[in-house]
């Protein structure tokens, strides 16, 4: 019994909530990935294109709201969520448009490209919190649970419940929807495989007559269609606030880079590697450990090895130490 309630115990509190923030972390880390390896540079605004297209979908989800439309027992956010892809679009491809076609017909240096990008992201998290303030932000509702943990005690007559949150199933049923749609339209769709020739070798597939300016364009609205959705997934997940996903970069791109810049499989496995890390390290063990210690014998104290402050210490430190040995990733992407 007590092997039981360490289990529950476990997945309540580690092996759910890693999973769910792996899923978000796995999308952020896909749009970084694809213009890391189509685009050829380091998008640092990437963490507040999330917000925007959050944003977006979180004014969309008010009107919603306050029309009395709703879905019911999911989120609202589900309806308003292509408002906010397409707001998202809007916004990248404007700012190609006028920012980065520049420089990529000057045939400017990747560090030039990630400089701007930095400028940008300073543009967008001012324009977010210009819009819908620096505050926290609420726009769940539904039904908050798909099982409580009282009705799993009353169910099995475990002393632990586990609480599945119905944004955590949302989010892990959603990633593995999108990141089938995005393997199945680049490898099967003629204009995911004029993508794929395009990264793989530019003048080659510019000689095979594939249109640059219109992978570029693909690019960029598949870019706001993972950004928008992971935004709105943590949002829903956790709170939105605009200063958070500025902070959200260091571990998307620390999944990015771990599983392999520049290759999507890595950036799945890297969102995952970067939010098991996180939540293990810095999860309190006493608990777990109790139910499996003798009597009399449990830990006196928390058994953390790390506080949630320091969380993304956690994405900095496994990041350096890939840089170091394996800059290539785990699935060898390009080297950093």
């Known amino acids: ?26 999308l952020g880390a896909l749009g970084v990935t694809l213009i890391y390896g189509i685009l050829r540079f380091s998008n640092f605004a990437h963490g507040d294109t999330m917000a925007f297209g959050a944003m977006v979908t979180i004014l969309v989800t008010w009107a919603l709201q306050a029309a009395g439309v709703s879905l019911g027992p999911l989120p609202t956010a589900l309806l308003a969520l292509p408002f906010g892809i397409l707001g998202c679009a809007a916004l990248l491809l404007l700012t190609d448009r006028f920012v980065y076609r520049f420089y990529r017909e000057q045939k400017a240096k990747p560090v030039v490209l990630v ?10 998290n001012g324009l ?6 620096p505050d926290d932000q609420r726009f769940a509702d539904g039904e908050r649970f798909i099982i409580s943990a009282r009705t799993f005690r009353e169910m099995t007559g475990l002393q632990e419940g586990l609480a599945l949150r119905t944004s955590q199933g949302i989010t892990i049923v959603t990633a593995i929807i999108v990141v089938a749609l995005l393997f199945w339209f680049l490898n099967k769709t003629r204009t995911g495989k004029s993508m794929r020739a395009y990264s793989d070798n530019e003048d080659l597939a510019l000689l095979s007559g594939i249109n640059p300016e219109r992978v ?65 390290v810095t999860y309190a063990w006493k608990k777990v450990l ?10 006196d104290g928390l058994v953390q090895l790390l506080s949630t402050d320091y969380k993304f210490a ?23």
């Open 115 to 124: 400089i701007v990008s930095m400028g940008v992201m300073f543009i967008m």
């Open 290 to 299: 109790t139910y499996f210690m003798p009597d009399g014998l449990g830990p």
């Open 314 to 336: 956690v994405s900095f430190v496994i990041l350096i130490v890939v840089l170091l040995f394996r800059p290539t990733g785990l699935f060898a992407g390009k080297s950093v």
């Open 1 to 26: 019994m007590d092997l039981l309630n360490a289990l529950v115990a476990l997945s309540n509190f580690v092996l759910i909530p890693a999973i769910s923030y792996g899923s978000q972390l796995a």
């Open 216 to 280: 570029v364009m693909v690019t960029w609205l598949i870019v706001a269609a993972l950004a928008s959705i992971a935004g709105v997934l943590y949002g829903l997940d956790k709170s939105f606030k605009p200063f958070t996903y500025f902070n959200l970069l260091l571990p998307i791109f620390a999944s990015a880079i771990v599983g392999g810049l520049g290759s999507p499989l890595g950036a799945i496995a890297g969102g995952f590697v970067i939010a098991i890390s996180e939540v293990m």
């Open 128 to 133: 977010v919190r210009f819009i819908i303030g």
